[in-house]
């Protein structure tokens, strides 16, 4: 019982929440909710008593005017109402896709402004495509959003239709309720069945939705024709297929028994209501006896109650069930944006120095440190090559920089300040990363760079094209600059290689004008040649800012000031590369040697 009560105040809660969150979005679309059921309600109404007076009158005095008059309500309240909901309605549909869209851009939002650790994090990527899942494949906001507008109608209307059925009888009234409660009892038990056997089929289908998406997937199109993947993809599709249509047989079987039991109900239901009626024209016993109009109207009302009470029982379930698929999307948007987990001191200043404070990390859901006790410090201006052999933790390095996660134990210092105690903004705006596994998206070249709308700094622009050598490939095409990336969207995009596109990116990161430039294998593309070239070129474009170079092919770090040796988790050795190479049994002296003998032969 305490486990029920606390499920309905947590659903409570986050009906409250969800409505909060519409309101902040659309303050007219709850009222629009509220005037449909009040419409709706008294449609219902009208429908209810008006026919009474007209039946009244035709087996009593026949008097023309008063027919007239009555037929008149009934077909020009109907028409009324009828506009009036056609109305609504449209501005409901319209809304409602406002309402989705907006709730889509807040999960999207959301995505985008939690800690970036959250979204390497099993549980929170499983809590994201659940979430997600919730919202695009059961459409669980709309029939959510849909459900409440049917509950609020309901409950407006029942209110009027009980009023006129107490005029009859109270006890008519209890036995409707008594076989609509029975209703909701198995309709409640049969739901509650339904969001166990969604959420149970979720990595099913998860699964078998990762499998069909690699048919549209243009990434391993040559893959899949080089090696005959085809029926192997297929034959996972079939299986996959299979095991959910197994699923659902026994779901409709289920399915079939309840709503054969929701009939037998719903039929006795309105014998009852017939029954009782009827016997109140042709006799006294149970009461006053009452007319045909009379007959008409509660008879009207009893079937209105039973549609009513029934629609707000499997709307407030639906509701309910609803609430549960969106958990996880409200557990997610309740995850603290990263703004909220920095400090408030404005990073204003060139970086003087960096220094690592005995800085250990381990990945969530991981039992082992990827960095272990790492302590070194630069100063403002070096430029640091890191080397290391792949899994060392290089790259998990620049991810703590870059406050893309927080260290388990230890302090990365800023000029002598915990990077934590800086304003999140202002910290990121002092950092320029280029990544191994970097992104160009579908807009236009210069918006590639700049991050910013089409037109912004040109000039700048065409000098960083020159300096990253892309001027003369992005001169050819027709739009210049304002060529979009790739034809997936437009047939007069440009497909860049490899090498060509992580020039893009390096022109990104040095149009930031950060104090702190980053690149992580960002050259792998690009031969040797074209990568020291990067390189070179790169160290003049850097002038004196603060640089790290992470890169395994070792003629980068020639160009650093010192090298930071990290092997198995931990800093091996940290000095420059006359010194390094020094040390014939250093793992730097190997890496370098094994390289050259490489070019060499």
């Given at each position: 019982?305490d486990k ?5 105040g ?59 008059l009555?037929a ?45 650790g959250?979204?390497?994090d ?9 979430g ?9 906001l ?11 109608k ?9 009023a ?36 149970q ?9 990762y499998?069909?998406g ?10 899949a ?15 996959y ?28 239901q ?22 045909l ?6 008879v ?34 309740r995850?603290?944006d ?36 790492i ?6 201006g070096?430029k ?20 893309l ?45 700049t ?11 065409d ?20 060529t ?34 980053i ?26 800012k ?9 003629s980068s ?11 198995d988790?931990?800093?091996?050795d ?10 014939k049994d ?16």
């Amino acid at each position: 019982m305490d486990k029920e009560k606390r499920k309905r105040g947590e659903n409570l809660q986050k009906l409250a929440l969800f409505f909060s969150l519409a309101w902040k979005i659309s303050p007219a679309y709850i009222l629009i909710l509220i005037a449909n059921a009040l419409i709706g309600g008294g449609q219902i109404l009208a429908n209810v008593i008006l026919p009474k007076f007209l039946v009244d009158e035709l087996v009593g005095q026949m008097r023309t005017r008063e027919l007239l008059l009555y037929a008149g309500l009934i077909i020009g309240g109907n028409l009324l109402f009828a506009f009036l909901t056609n109305t609504v309605k449209r501005l409901i549909d319209v809304k409602n896709i406002y309402m989705r869209q907006s709730m889509s851009r807040a999960m999207a939002d959301k995505i985008m402004s939690i800690e970036y650790g959250y979204l390497e994090d099993p549980y929170y990527l499983d809590l994201k495509e659940r979430g997600v899942f919730a919202i695009s494949n059961q459409s669980a906001l709309e029939n959510l959003i849909n459900n409440a507008a049917t509950a609020l109608k309901s409950a407006v209307t029942l209110i009027g239709l009980m009023a006129v059925m107490f005029t009859l009888s109270w006890v008519l009234v209890l036995l409707l309720c008594a076989a609509f409660a029975t209703t909701l009892l198995f309709n409640q038990s049969f739901r509650k069945f339904q969001l166990r056997f969604f959420e149970q089929l979720i990595p099913v289908n998860r699964r078998y939705g990762y499998y069909v998406g690699l048919t549209f997937d243009d990434k391993i199109q040559k893959d899949a024709r080089l090696y005959g993947m085809a029926p192997m993809i297929a034959d996972r599709i079939t299986y996959y297929n299979a095991d959910i249509n197994s699923w659902f047989t026994k779901f409709n079987r289920r399915y079939g028994r309840f709503n054969g039991l929701v009939g037998i109900i719903g039929d006795l239901q309105a014998a009852l209501a017939y029954g009782y009626v009827g016997i109140r024209v042709i006799t006294d016993r149970l009461g006053p006896k009452i007319g045909l109009g009379s007959f008409t109207m509660y008879v009207s009302s009893a079937i209105s109650f039973s549609t009513t009470f029934t629609q707000l029982g499997n709307s407030i379930i639906t509701i309910n069930q609803m609430l549960g698929y969106l958990d996880p999307f409200f557990e997610f948007m309740r995850i603290p944006d990263q703004k909220e987990s920095g400090g408030h001191t404005v990073f204003e200043d060139d970086i003087e120095s960096i220094e690592f404070d005995d800085v250990t990390f381990t990945y969530p859901k991981c039992e082992k440190p990827v960095l272990k006790n790492i302590s070194f410090k630069i100063k403002g201006g070096e430029k640091i090559s890191i080397v290391g052999l792949n899994g060392a933790g290089k790259t998990t390095l620049i991810k703590l920089i870059c406050r893309l996660y927080k260290p388990d134990s230890g302090t990365i210092k800023i000029n002598g300040t915990d990077i934590f105690e800086y304003d999140h903004e202002s910290y990121m705006a002092r950092i320029a990363a280029v990544f191994q596994d970097y992104r160009l998206f579908a807009f236009g070249i210069d918006e590639n760079i700049t991050c910013q709308p089409s037109g912004t700094n040109e000039g700048q622009i065409d000098e960083l094209l020159v300096q990253v050598g892309l001027k003369g490939k992005i001169e050819s095409q027709p739009k210049g600059v304002k060529t979009m990336l790739g034809k997936a969207y437009s047939t007069e995009g440009v497909e860049l290689s490899g090498g060509e596109s992580q020039k893009v990116a390096i022109a990104r990161a040095l149009y930031k004008n950060a104090s702190l430039i980053i690149l992580d294998e960002p050259t792998s593309a690009l031969d040797p040649l074209a990568e020291a070239d990067i390189y070179a070129n790169f160290n003049k474009l850097v002038g004196d800012k603060t640089a790290f170079y992470i890169s395994h092919r070792m003629s980068s770090s020639v160009f650093c000031d010192r090298i930071l040796i990290i092997q198995d988790g931990i800093v091996a050795d940290f000095d420059t590369h006359a010194a390094l190479m020094a040390k014939k049994d250093s793992l730097y002296f190997k890496l370098f040697n094994s390289q050259a003998e490489n070019y060499k032969e």
